[in-house]
């Protein structure tokens, strides 16, 4: 829910900056504005009683998408879903994808790429990633040690565990919960067979409108 908005005080009455209209139950007849006052400074009067800008939502505990995967001018080549849900300090990422169509015979059965950690105040630290090429028998792990700073892969590889490090779920997400500070990052991407060294930077700022208000 929204939050609500502080009443403008008793000895200076101004508009509701949503409507204009005074608050009658705040302001009593002999303290309403006068009729011929100018309504320029009405509006100024009731812009310096706005409250700051409220802070960054919370995520919900779960957030579910779905989706189409077309290719081309409008080829049907598949679907997916994507979870997000998150309790405590924990979160789980799930993402299930099963090609339709001309693609169906090529790629066979789901693939599953599914995400576990720990949400820190410096962001997202994943500690085990899975993933399902098309059934339970083709699933590779990795898992992250923080303690000793040694990933685990597939075929039981190993690699160097630094901070930041990301699988590809996390990744998408750790930026909401600790915001870049710097046009340039630099940061390890993880998979189940290897790590990669990435460098990201931010070329612009874009404001997407959403129902819930302009991110």
Do not use: C
Not at 8 to 15: F, T
Not at 74 to 94: K, L, P, S, W
Not at 143 to 168: C, Y
């Amino acid at each position: 829910p929204a939050p609500e908005m502080p009443s403008s005080p008793q000895e200076a009455p101004a508009p509701a900056p949503a409507t204009g209209v005074p608050d009658v139950e705040a302001v009593g007849e002999a303290d309403a504005p006068a009729p011929s006052a100018p309504p320029v400074i009405a509006e100024e009067t009731a812009a310096t009683d706005l409250p700051p800008p409220p802070a960054m939502r919370t995520l919900p505990a779960r957030v579910d998408l779905s989706y189409g995967v077309y290719y081309g001018p409008g080829i049907h080549i598949g679907d997916a879903t994507y979870r997000f849900e998150h309790a405590a300090n924990r979160y789980r990422m799930v993402t299930v994808g099963e090609a339709r169509g001309l693609a169906a015979l090529i790629l066979r059965g789901q693939g599953k790429v599914e995400s576990r950690g720990l949400i820190t105040p410096s962001g997202l630290q994943p500690w085990e990633l899975t993933v399902e090429r098309g059934a339970r028998d083709r699933r590779e792990t990795a898992t992250f040690d923080w303690e000793s700073g040694i990933a685990t892969l597939s075929e039981e590889k190993t690699a160097a565990l630094e901070l930041p490090t990301f699988d590809p779920l996390s990744a998408m997400w750790h930026f909401y919960f600790s915001p870049p500070t710097a046009d340039e990052q630099v940061f390890h991407l993880a998979t189940t067979r290897r790590v990669l060294r990435i460098a990201a930077k931010r070329e612009g700022t874009e404001t997407v409108s959403w129902p819930h208000g302009d991110v």
